[in-house]
């Protein structure tokens, strides 16, 4: 339903599908210098070496494990969707477009002399043990999922020989892996659209892939609720309605986005961000802004897409700059607690309109995903600020990461961590709890024509009751 764009960041509960690739482009630096570049490059965390050439031109990636090394994406470096630069004596620093903050690149003195193999093994066993070396070395959640991921090698691998058959190979790595309840978790083996048995996409356990009947019940509730007439829409060909904006008769606005993502069938950063900006530039505009006496942004079900885009929302809902949270990477392959130095991401009034500094009352749930969660995350620095109304969310934050397995199957997994801004705290796995607990998109509220959550929003908006972010302080829901 959301597929990947720009910088790797949508839901794999969203995705059955693997990623597209990615340019990325040299910025800040004069053409001059670009050839600088030029060399091999290992990331900090991400289990990645780099090497680009061609005069700064192109950027090949090598991905890498402790038992080897399989060639990933080249790509040509164009203006387009990524920054590339350099940050230093033997460093750089790499950005893409449509994710937050940066990875840090070191330069060495060659490959690893894994990348120079022309031919990996490509056998089952060959498979089996990239797939779960990958996991063991990037993977930070094992504790808090309560895996043993040794114990998991030991009673699979020996379950692997020469003869494994692909469909046994597959069902062994996705039990495996399916136990992590985790929405940022994929393995595909081919086109999922033409056989969905050939894609896997781990989710809560609690937060089943949604149905068509579901998001067919949810379009109707919201539209009764709020007026269908009533609901301006924007988005082009299959990202129609992606973005929908209610003027509502008591005075407040109703915001609702189904994610950050392919917004046009462009499938391009660029042209979501331009879709975005229209949007947001006729929902703020100077008159709204004045007289809307509340703002309920929707967010219930998003299922991710960009974090750039979701800060891109934020932005239009403050009049002062604020960090948003802290980013980092595992960075250690035999230490899960190990990271990345945590890099400030910041949240900065819009400067090409009017921003919105009004009360907002924000609904999530379980099918709040991914950037859907870190805009969540956000809004909790917002002053005034911001009260969360609904369930939990989803509980999973990080970037995926990509890879490929020597058989040519692909696979993704999560390898950072967003944490408070103030406490450290991360909301990984249990995700980030309301103020005031209602129901959301359940059979009882569908069956009686109820949407508590919406109800409960404007409620307190037309009471102008204090706004209020209890987690961003004590972590204690609110009633």
């Known amino acids: 339903?959301?597929?990947?764009?720009?910088?790797?960041?949508?839901?794999?509960?969203?995705?059955?599908?693997?990623?597209?690739?990615?340019?990325?482009?040299?910025?800040?630096?004069?053409?001059?210098?670009?050839?600088?570049?030029?060399?091999?490059?290992?990331?900090?965390?991400?289990?990645?070496?780099?090497?680009?050439?061609?005069?700064?031109?192109r950027m090949r990636e090598y991905e890498t494990t402790g038992i080897g090394c399989l060639p990933g994406d080249v790509t040509e470096l164009t203006p387009t969707t990524a920054t590339l630069e350099p940050a230093g004596p033997g460093r750089a620093r790499l950005g893409w477009a449509g994710s937050v903050g940066h990875r840090t690149l070191r330069r060495v003195a060659a490959l690893p002399t894994a990348c120079g193999?022309?031919?990996?093994?490509?056998?089952?066993?060959?498979?089996?043990?990239?797939?779960?070396?990958?996991?063991?070395?990037?993977?930070?959640?094992?504790?808090?999922?309560?895996v043993d991921w040794q114990a998991v090698r030991d009673r699979y691998r020996p379950q692997v020989t020469n003869q494994t058959t692909n469909d046994e190979l597959f069902s062994i790595l996705t039990k495996m892996v399916e136990p992590l309840h985790d929405g940022h978790t994929y393995l595909t083996r081919g086109d999922c659209g033409a056989k969905p048995d050939n894609c896997f996409g781990g989710h809560r356990a609690d937060t089943p892939f949604p149905s068509g009947e579901l998001i067919k019940k949810i379009d109707a509730s919201i539209a009764a609720q709020v007026g269908a007439d009533r609901l301006q829409e924007w988005g082009q060909g299959h990202g129609k309605g992606k973005i929908a904006f209610a003027e509502l008769p008591d005075g407040t606005g109703y915001l609702r986005l189904t994610g950050f993502v392919n917004y046009t069938d462009d499938h391009t950063f660029e042209a979501d961000s331009a879709e975005l900006d229209r949007a947001l530039d006729a929902v703020f505009t100077?008159?709204?802004?004045?007289?809307?006496?509340?703002?309920?942004?929707?967010?219930?079900?998003?299922?991710g897409g960009s974090d750039r885009l979701g800060l891109r929302v934020a932005e239009r809902l403050t009049d002062r700059p604020y960090t948003a949270y802290l980013k980092q990477a595992r960075n250690d392959p035999r230490d899960p607690g190990k990271f990345t130095p945590a890099e400030p991401v910041r949240v900065r009034p819009h400067q090409g309109g009017p921003v919105y500094t009004g009360p907002v009352a924000l609904l999530t749930g379980r099918l709040t995903i991914s950037a859907g969660e870190t805009t969540t995350q956000a809004l909790m620095g917002r002053a005034p600020g911001v009260v969360r109304i609904g369930q939990n969310t989803n509980g999973s934050f990080s970037d995926v990461l990509e890879r490929r397995l020597p058989n040519g199957w692909r696979?993704?997994?999560?390898?950072?961590?967003?944490?408070?801004?103030?406490?450290?705290?991360?909301?990984?796995?249990?995700?980030?709890?309301?103020?005031?607990?209602?129901?959301?998109?359940?059979?009882?509220?569908?069956?009686?024509?109820?949407?508590?959550?919406?109800?409960?929003?404007?409620?307190?908006?037309?009471?102008?009751?204090?706004?209020?972010?209890?987690?961003?302080?004590?972590?204690?829901?609110?009633?």
Do not use: H
């Open 1 to 57: 339903m959301i597929t990947p764009v720009g910088g790797r960041r949508t839901a794999a509960l969203f995705l059955a599908s693997a990623a597209a690739l990615t340019t990325v482009t040299v910025s800040g630096t004069p053409a001059s210098a670009v050839g600088t570049l030029d060399g091999v490059w290992r990331m900090d965390g991400y289990g990645t070496v780099v090497s680009v050439e061609d005069g700064g031109r």
């Open 117 to 146: 193999d022309p031919q990996p093994a490509q056998d089952p066993r060959a498979t089996f043990d990239t797939f779960w070396r990958t996991y063991a070395e990037n993977y930070p959640f094992f504790a808090m999922k309560g």
């Open 286 to 303: 100077p008159r709204r802004v004045r007289s809307l006496r509340g703002l309920v942004l929707d967010l219930r079900f998003n299922g």
């Open 411 to 479: 696979f993704g997994l999560p390898n950072e961590v967003f944490r408070d801004a103030g406490t450290g705290r991360s909301y990984d796995g249990e995700g980030i709890a309301p103020d005031v607990r209602v129901p959301v998109f359940t059979d009882a509220e569908f069956l009686a024509g109820r949407d508590s959550a919406l109800t409960e929003a404007r409620r307190r908006l037309a009471r102008g009751v204090p706004q209020t972010s209890g987690l961003a302080a004590t972590g204690v829901p609110r009633a």
